[in-house]
């Protein structure tokens, strides 16, 4: 049977009327990729209740892989991160509050957990990937603090393996530009169109499915 890759999307927040995550994962859960079984789901936007919907998944379908995709309503290419830090704060002037109203300021994702954990995705082959088809990407040091952050976060901590070994699951982050539909105040960089996001993601998972599928061969 084919690995299966959990994808992942956020509702809209912010003021934003609607989040192009979204839509990104049902179109790629219908599509058929060689090789993976892709099954999305779309998370909240609150600190305190997306991590949940989100293990519930990865314990119900015991993916090879996970995706998570978020907006970042003000970048100009698709951003791969490196790391999920331990911390929360959307207490700032500026930051709006998660769709619960949570504006929590300084506080651990885990208590108690390390300071940062790598994303184990391979990164830098979809950086080429992404690259070699024209798609306009980076490697990113931060998803900021906000409920991106903390969703990667707690997905590491909890899929690190434990003394014993277990079972190996890759999980990394991709931010998202905005599209045209999507308006910000004084933006600097232009939109980019649905359709090349979408092709992003298609070659960003077709990347996660050929190193599965070299991994279990
Ligand atoms: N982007 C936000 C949260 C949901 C989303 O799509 C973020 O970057 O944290």
Redesign the pocket.
């Known amino acids: 049977v084919s690995p299966t890759v959990l994808v992942t999307?956020?509702?809209?927040?912010?003021g934003h009327a609607h989040?192009p995550?979204e839509r990104l994962v049902a179109e790629l859960e219908r599509d058929r990729l060689p090789g993976v079984r892709v099954r999305g789901a779309v998370?909240p936007?609150s600190y305190s209740r997306?991590l949940q919907v989100l293990l519930a998944e990865v314990d119900r379908l015991r993916p090879a892989a996970v995706v998570c995709?978020?907006?970042?309503?003000r970048a100009g290419a698709i951003a791969i991160e490196r790391v999920g830090l331990n911390v929360k704060d959307r207490g700032d002037a500026g930051g709006r509050p998660?769709n619960d109203g949570a504006t929590p300021r300084d506080e651990p994702v885990v208590p108690g957990g390390p300071d940062g954990l790598f994303t184990t995705l391979p990164n830098r082959a979809i950086l080429d990937a992404l690259g070699s088809c024209g798609i306009p990407a980076a490697l990113s040091g931060s998803?900021?603090?906000?409920?991106?952050?903390?969703?990667l976060y707690g997905l590491l901590h909890h899929l690190r393996p434990g003394p014993g070994g277990g079972r190996q699951v890759v999980a990394g982050f991709l931010?998202?530009p905005r599209t045209p539909e999507l308006e910000v105040a004084e933006p600097a960089v232009p939109p980019t169109e649905f359709d090349v996001l979408r092709r992003g993601l298609e070659v960003a998972l077709e990347t996660v499915a050929a190193r599965l599928t070299r991994a279990a061969g």
């Open positions: 999307g956020f509702e809209a927040f912010g989040n995550t998370l936007v997306a995709c978020g907006l970042d309503a998660d998803a900021g603090t906000f409920v991106c952050n903390a969703v931010h998202f």
